[in-house]
């Protein structure tokens, strides 16, 4: 009889520790369903990343005093643009897609790493406060010529 009872209460500790489980789960994929809107201009069709605006026109432009914008795709095996220059001093806002599979986006030297993964739009920005030629790298595995796939900031 003692030992029933205490499994009654173990069942009902274990059943109320399921329903707090759903319930996160339920909360999460709620909130996740709400976020889904104001998320959704940073997801792109990674079959359309040429025919889709910033990406069907890759480049870097100036759009304040010292302050830049890259737009830039990821693919195997290499970046657009091929060659960009800023002077120095000037932060760069870039915005990254995939036209294929997941890159990298590394510049040693920088704190900047990041994963770019097809169908989603990846941001980071950086200030260049020293000149030098600075090499853009993948660093996920992506194929045959993973080695090969580069890009080039100037800074001067
Ligand atoms: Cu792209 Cu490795």
New binding site residues.
Partial sequence: MHIHRLEKIWLGLGLGTLFVFLGVLGVSAFAMGAATPSMHHHTIDPTKVNQTAPFDQPGIKQVADKEYEAVMT?F??GYAPEKMEVPVGSTVHFTVTSSDVI??FEIPGTNVNMMIVPGEISQVSHTFTKPGEYLIL?N???GSA?EM?KTTIIVK
């Fill in positions: 990821a195997a095996f890159h990298g993948c996920e595995y992506c993973h796939m």
